[in-house]
């Protein structure tokens, strides 16, 4: 569901920036991950060769879940399979040795490791229950052990996202509730040389982030081990390239983006 918002918030943003000559390239491909979320230009230019990569959140939550399996004594990731954001999270879970910290040694998982869930894995990655006769039960025992302070949480960069953004070729961020944001102050449209007044800011200093791995309840009795990347303490931008009403409305606001506060960033687009 929440993937299918993101793609819905892609396609409006898309449809809107068509009206101001920003958005580039084809619509929005959903579920391709060869591509930008948004590919935006300056309205001057007459040919999209000069299009770049525009990351788009509806709200600055959490990035994405990747699902952790106990099998054979150790935990792993799931399978990722070409999910964009799931590829983003391995990638911050190598470099800040998340599983290391589960598994072997870390101050992180000093209050994790060495415990046997009574949820596991078998070797084609189903769920067992080893221990317990039912999953309500293995639930209580799981959270007894995994929950509260023993979860790991790992405080990380936003650096860190803005580097794999980077690396994929997408220099600037638009967040719905908000605003828009350079990563790693990269702005190959070089829209902050021609605002003048209150330049675009660099989400790499704009907020917090954390890598937390917990034991999540699903409902229907269920249950799973999950890691999640958190934003928290995001500053706003003062522009908005795609804002939304709300964290809960993918439509585009268009009196936000109209409005005078917005009206450097457009002219900004315009030059």
Known sequence: MAAQKGFIYEVNAYKALLDYGIS????????????????????????????????????????GSLVLKYYAGQWMFGDIGNDPEKILLVS???????????????????????????????????????????????????????????????????????????????????????????????????????????????????????IRVRCQYKGGGDYQFVMTLEFSSVTKSPYNLAPTASASSVAINKSKLDSTENAPLLEAFRM
């Open 24 to 63: 580039a390239g084809g619509p929005p491909a959903g579920a391709a991950h060869d591509r930008p979320d948004l590919e935006i230009k300056l309205s001057s230019m007459t040919t999209d060769k000069y299009r770049q990569g525009c990351e788009l959140k509806i709200s600055p939550t959490a990035a």
């Open 92 to 210: 911050l879970a190598q470099k800040y040795k998340v599983l290391q910290n589960m598994n072997k040694s870390g101050a992180a998982g000093s209050r994790w490791r060495g415990k046997v869930p009574y949820l596991q894995n078998d070797e084609k990655g189903k769920k067992i229950l080893v221990g317990a006769k039912d999953k309500r039960k293995a639930y209580e025992k799981d959270l007894k052990q995994f929950g509260g302070t023993n979860e790991v949480k790992i405080d990380i960069p936003a650096k860190a996202i803005c580097d794999y953004y980077n690396s994929k070729a997408t220099d600037y961020l638009n967040v719905g509730t908000h605003g828009f944001y350079l990563m790693n102050k990269r702005d190959p449209l070089g829209l902050n040389k021609k605002i003048k007044g209150t330049k675009i800011p660099d989400f790499a200093n704009e907020a917090k982030a954390r």
